[in-house]
Nanobody, 121 residues
Framework: QVQLVESGGGLVQPGGSLKLSCAASGSIFSIGGMGWYRQAPGKQRDLVASITSVGSPNYADSVKGRFTISRDNAKNTVYLQMNSLKPEDTAVYYC???????????????WGQGTQVSVSS
């Protein structure tokens, strides 16, 4: 079984910064792409940023130039550095990862439990 555990959320003032972490653990053979999504109350879950296994990032237009996604493959961890935060960034942030639990096994998509990010003065 695989678990993704997020950390680093909290309350921050507009213009502030937060860094989210998401660590994968359990029976892992390999991890492919990893990503961050967010869901505000009453809205759908949207992609914030993703990163391939070799480190190529992709960002939603709304966070380009403010957020940076990175990963540490040795630690099975993906990060999201969030700068210049705005009230509209307030949401529950979820990480996900494409995982193989054995060399001949299928790919599966794992999700974390979410971490709250609130931007308010």
């Amino acid at each position: 079984q695989v678990q993704l555990v997020e950390s680093g959320g909290g309350l921050v003032q507009p213009g502030g910064s937060l860094k989210l972490s998401c660590a994968a653990s359990g029976s892992i053979f390999s991890i492919g792409g990893m990503g961050w999504y967010r869901q505000a109350p009453g809205k759908q879950r949207d992609l914030v940023a993703s990163i391939t296994s070799v480190g190529s990032p992709n960002y939603a237009d709304s966070v380009k130039g403010r957020f940076t996604i990175s990963r540490d493959n040795a630690k099975n961890t993906v990060y999201l550095q969030m700068n210049s935060l705005k009230p509209e960034d307030t949401a529950v942030y979820y990480c996900n990862a494409v995982i193989k639990t054995r060399s001949s096994g299928p790919l599966s998509l794992a999700w974390g439990q979410g971490t709250q990010v609130s931007v308010s003065s």
